[in-house]
């Protein structure tokens, strides 16, 4: 795969067991990642980010997902910082615990949840944020939005926002790869793959 587009940045958080990588070619982005899980007090995954400062929000299409576990991981995320148990919102697919809005509201303390629609790869992922608050919607069409919850997470102006893997399983690798991929800051969304709806 190609490089990553202008201003994004890959590399695994917490050291997962397996290196994992990202590329981008044909407006597809394509990350792979072992680790343990994003989950608990710590996160072990494979991380492809720009930087957002205030408000904005990420869109992603999930079109598929290794299921190296039930509970294995592809997601959009905003994060406070790179250390593994940083303060964090995610909107989450899994090969089959459908999606979930996960999130840690303060430096190394545990994870919550919130579920949402039972569906699997492929499947439309949202986070955004507003001020402290963050939260996390899913879509079958990229159109529709059901809203799966929001929570208030104290984090300064200046965080990471990208797209993640993990395996759930740090024996392996979990591939997956994300297409429609829109980062905006406030009301302007940069797009940062086709528009258009290519089918080959």
């Not at 148990?85 to 545990?110: E, H, I, K, L």
Request: aromatic content about 8%.
């Amino acid at each position: 795969g190609g490089s990553l587009p202008a201003g994004w940045t890959a590399k695994d958080v917490g050291a997962p067991a397996l290196a994992g990588n990202a590329a981008y070619a044909g407006g597809v982005f394509s990350l792979c990642g072992s680790g343990a899980d994003i989950w608990g007090g710590a996160d072990a995954f494979q991380f492809s980010y720009a930087g957002m400062s205030g408000d904005g929000q990420l869109v992603a299409q999930v079109l598929s997902l290794t299921d190296t576990d039930a509970w294995a991981k592809a997601d959009v995320m905003i994060r406070e910082s790179l250390e593994p148990d940083s303060r964090f919102a995610m909107t989450v697919t899994t090969p089959s615990n459908g999606t979930t809005f996960q999130y840690r509201t303060s430096t190394s303390g545990a994870a919550n949840l919130q579920p949402g629609l039972p569906i699997g790869p492929p499947a439309w992922v949202r986070v955004s944020r507003s001020g402290d608050t963050f939260s996390g919607a899913v879509s079958t069409d990229g159109v529709h939005w059901t809203s799966i919850g929001s929570v208030d997470i104290p984090m300064g102006a200046n965080v990471h926002v990208g797209l993640c893997v993990t395996a759930h399983n740090n024996a392996a690798t979990a591939c997956a790869s994300f297409s429609q991929v829109a980062f905006g800051g406030g009301v302007g969304i940069t797009v940062t793959s086709p528009s258009s709806r290519i089918v080959y």
